[in-house]
């Protein structure tokens, strides 16, 4: 699993072509003109009960486990920043962004697993220290966002995913690549970059298979990226997403960045069991 994965970014442009990127939400073009105004940025957002009442019950969810329930996106505001509300506003937008394009119901289960990953996410996040937990929830959220982009294109594309998660002779994209001449990791990095999320979500997104990027960055000085990085592929672990997505007995991708994961966090084994042990419980619980 050692190919390199890199992509050219024009090329990937140009096969992306035929595959719909959703639009940037217009909710979100509007809070972009006023920014940062806190108390203007919240009343956008109760324009849209729908919206408003998402961002309530994530922000309230087992995942951020704050210390008092909050009410209102006023509350969500002043409690976690403006910053941090957006990142729950991009995510909660992300699954109706495909309403129109995709088999939601072919994609239940990913939704499922995406939902799971991005609560475990938050609560690393927050457990370990790492970084705020919206931040980590955006990329539970995210970071697979290329495959209901390549599902557009491809019926086919689950039961590709299937053979993939399966076997350990080739890296993630490098498949992809050479059925799709595109991967979900880039084509979902254009879906973040284009919604401009953060670029380090961008960048989590476009390498989180990339195995010999993943464990340069474990071996090297925390970073923001790295420690993203770390805390999306436990979730994917803890979450069992070789099952639930790849139909798989075991993750072939796990043993490969595990050691300098570890490592990286000074972690050992017990340790890991303990958390996705409390993870778990979140996830049930939410
Ligand atoms: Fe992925
Ligand atoms: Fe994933």
């Known amino acids: 699993m050692s190919e390199n994965v890199e992509i050219d970014e024009e090329e990937a442009e140009r096969v992306l072509k035929g595959i719909n990127i959703p639009p940037h939400p217009f909710i979100l073009q509007d809070i972009a003109e ?15 009960p729908s919206v408003a009442g998402a961002i309530i019950k994530v922000v309230n969810s087992a995942a951020f486990s704050l210390a008092r329930e909050i009410e209102s996106v006023q509350d969500a505001v ?3 920043g403006v ?17 129109d394009t995709v088999d939601m119901k072919a994609l239940e289960a990913f939704w499922n697993a995406s939902d799971d990953d991005a609560v475990v996410a938050a609560f690393l996040a927050k457990e370990m220290k790492l970084c705020k937990p919206d931040l980590a929830y955006m990329i539970g959220l995210f970071h697979d966002c290329g495959i209901p982009l390549i599902m557009q294109k491809n019926q086919k594309y689950l039961d590709v995913l299937h053979k993939i998660y399966n076997q350990n002779q080739h890296g993630f994209t490098v498949v992809e690549n050479h059925l799709f001449k595109t991967n979900h990791t880039v084509s979902g990095y254009f879906l973040a970059k284009s919604w401009k999320l953060p670029k380090v979500v961008c960048e989590v997104i476009k390498q989180h298979h990339n195995v010999d990027y ?27 997403e070789y099952k639930t997505i790849g139909n798989s007995k075991v993750s ?12 990286y966090l000074g972690i050992c084994e017990l340790d890991f069991d303990e958390l996705r042990e409390k993870a778990v419980e979140t996830m049930q619980a939410s």
């Open 34 to 48: 006023v920014y940062p105004d806190i108390v203007r940025v919240a009343a956008i957002i109760i324009k849209d």
């Open 78 to 80: 002043t409690l976690l």
């Open 83 to 99: 910053d941090s509300v957006l990142n729950v506003v991009n995510a909660v937008l992300l699954k109706n962004s495909f309403l």
């Open 214 to 240: 993943i464990n340069e960055h474990f071996s090297g000085q925390r970073s923001e990226f790295a420690s993203l990085m770390a805390i999306e592929k436990m979730a994917e672990e803890i979450t069992c």
């Open 252 to 263: 072939h991708e796990w043993p490969l960045i595990k050691e300098n994961l570890f490592e």
